[in-house]
């Protein structure tokens, strides 16, 4: 089978309902992003930073997968499918695709502010004075801006397989993701799908000027021609 790996940014998950990283003037959900998406933010007001991914993780759950999320899944009938995403929400997984890498963390997943392997399943409100086994204050399993993608190399063996790419939702402006699409084998088609796609013309680059909900089905149909 071929190996289809798949990334995919906020714009899949904006058609369900899940606003995108940040709005035009920059605030995320009204908030500077230093203030709630730093180390520093949180060290400063950890109580804001908190409240800040308990809101996010109610939203999760007011939302449902969208018809690209369960279309990827059907892929899986014919293709060997891994998903590299940068959204931190759970829609593919629910969706039903079974090979879901997540490089900027999951919010329905905390971790210890003192050991980073000490990850946990969480789907309640976190508070100050919730914390791992050896004492520590749990905090949002999310990667910062300014930390570490533990998942990046991981992600680019993932690319190195690749038999087709396909991009969606994101602008693959934002590094380390951005720079995945430039460790998939020479030749490999890459299929690119966004309704405002800023990306140069390139050999077997396919840009599907579409919303994703509209684009993986065009997808589909390419693949199976």
Partial sequence: MKHIVVLTGAGISAESGIKTFR?????WEGHDVMEVATPQG????????????????????????????????KLENDFKVTIVTQNVDDLHERAGSTNVIHLHG?????????????????????VLGDTCKKGAQLRPHIVW??????????????????????????SMQVYPAAGLMHYVPEDTPIYFIDPNPQVSKKPHLTVITEPATIG??????LLHK
């Fill in 106 to 126: 999951e919010l329905l997943k905390v971790r210890s502010t003192t050991d980073e392997s000490d990850i946990q399943e969480w789907k309640t409100d976190l």
């Fill in 42 to 73: 949180f060290a400063a007001n950890p109580e804001l930073v908190l409240d800040f991914y308990n809101q996010r993780r109610k939203q999760l759950f007011e939302v449902m997968p969208n018809q690209a999320h369960y279309a990827l899944t």
């Fill in 145 to 170: 801006f300014g930390e570490d993608v533990p998942m990046i190399e991981k992600a680019v063996s993932i690319c190195e397989t690749a038999d087709i790419l396909v991009i969606i939702g994101t």
């Fill in 216 to 221: 993986v089905k065009q997808l589909i149909g």
């Fill in 23 to 27: 709005d035009a003037d920059g605030l």
